[in-house]
């Protein structure tokens, strides 16, 4: 969901805080677990601009920006965001910063596949 942009909505039995701010944009916030999770969206689409992940305890951020909507597919006519900068800070260990751009994306022609798995033996640092 944070390399797509897609609106995750916040779990059962929370409630999320809903603000409306300046360019008809609305941030939704709630707790997740540990940390607070803040999406601001586009009031007109639906799409999320912006996520945040803030964990106080660790003091550790992650903010993703979208931009550069473009429709997919005429017959969608679902937009995409193109163009996403990620920010990480960790108190200990600074800011990194990566950029995506896409340049060419294709909906629904394959199936995907990520060989990814966490190994047994992995702890989270803290």
């Known amino acids: 969901a944070i390399l797509l942009g897609d609106y995750v909505p916040a779990p059962a039995g929370t409630s999320p805080k809903i603000a409306t701010e300046e360019a008809n944009r609305q941030r939704v916030s709630y707790p997740l677990a540990d940390v607070l999770v803040e999406r601001l969206l586009q ?32 017959s969608t006519r679902l937009p995409f965001a193109h163009a996403i900068l990620i920010q990480a800070q960790q108190l200990s260990a600074g800011m990194v910063t990566a950029a995506l751009n896409y340049t060419k994306v294709n909906t629904g022609r394959e199936r995907l596949a990520f060989p990814f798995a966490v190994p047994k033996g992995y702890k989270r640092q803290k």
Not at 43 to 72: I, N, P, W
């Open 43 to 74: 009031a007109e689409t639906g799409r999320v601009q912006q996520l945040k992940v803030s964990d106080a305890a660790t003091k550790r951020d992650l903010t993703v920006d979208y931009s550069d909507f473009q429709v997919l597919e005429e």
